[in-house]
């Protein structure tokens, strides 16, 4: 039972336009919501994060929306550049009960083609 | 300046031939996981420790386990390995254990069982 659903395996865009990458979960409980950024052989790395008291956070060219009523977060990068191109994993977790582990998606496969 | 170094970055093992893989960190945190995620999937925590507290996932076959003998050092010990244990192990940190805490990943070892 995936609680955290990345549904575009892929995704493409030109340099300089904007990368949209989307997150749905199904807890209710999750309160706290990060993006991780992995290259090839590299371990993720830890990008954006946002808390449920906010509906969005931003980080120079990165900027995470989350909707909690559609239990839907976003990350967008503006502009996006060659060097974005990775394979981007949503992680939720929750401050209470059993759910403090995060709790990652399958990743989305960025490419950004000059 | 790596901060969470796994070794080694490729290991081949036969069917059932015991196998380690060793993580350590320089960043003195109190919690450091073991993650497998095979291709195309999302990484799955295997287990964790607490400093010597030790956590493990309900659905971690007992053909896993992990030694921490001190705040550098963790190793995850596949016992009898099969070929469904091919994955990339992701070893990672987090200053403490609650649902706002950021996970530092090395850049993990990738298993292969022939």
């Known amino acids: 039972d995936q609680q955290v659903k990345q549904n575009s395996p892929s995704l493409s865009v030109q340099e300089g336009r904007i990368s949209i990458l989307n997150c749905d979960y199904t807890?209710?409980?999750?309160?706290?919501f990060l993006w991780y950024k992995k290259y090839p052989a590299e371990g993720p790395t830890f990008l954006i994060s946002?808390?449920?008291?906010?509906d969005k956070n931003e980080d120079g060219r990165f900027t995470v929306f989350l909707n909690k009523s559609a239990k839907h977060l976003s990350l967008h990068i503006v502009p996006s550049q060659p060097g974005d191109s990775a394979v981007y994993f949503c992680?939720?977790?929750?401050?209470?009960?059993?759910?403090?582990?995060?709790?990652f998606g399958k990743g989305t496969l960025l490419t950004v083609n000059p | 300046d790596a901060m969470v170094i796994q070794n080694p970055r490729y290991q081949v093992t036969q069917f059932g031939k015991p196998v380690t893989l060793s993580c350590s960190q320089t960043?003195?945190?109190?919690?450091m996981y073991w993650y497998q995620q095979k291709s195309s999937q999302a990484p799955k925590l295997l287990f964790h420790?607490?400093?010597?507290?030790?956590?493990n996932e309900a659905d971690t076959p007992d053909n896993f386990q992990s030694r921490r003998p001190n705040t550098s050092f963790c190793f995850l010990d596949i016992r009898s390995p099969g070929l469904g244990d091919a994955a990339m192990y992701l070893c990672?940190?987090?200053?403490?254990?609650?649902?706002?805490?950021?996970?530092?990943f090395g850049s993990g070892t990738q298993l292969s069982v022939l």
């Open positions: 990672a940190t987090s200053r403490d254990f609650g649902g706002n805490e950021k996970l530092f």
């Open positions: 807890n209710s409980m999750f309160d706290y």
């Open positions: 946002i808390s449920s008291i906010k």
């Open positions: 992680a939720a977790s929750s401050s209470g009960g059993s759910n403090y582990k995060l709790t």
């Open positions: 960043l003195n945190h109190n919690v």
């Open positions: 420790y607490y400093d010597k507290d030790f956590n």
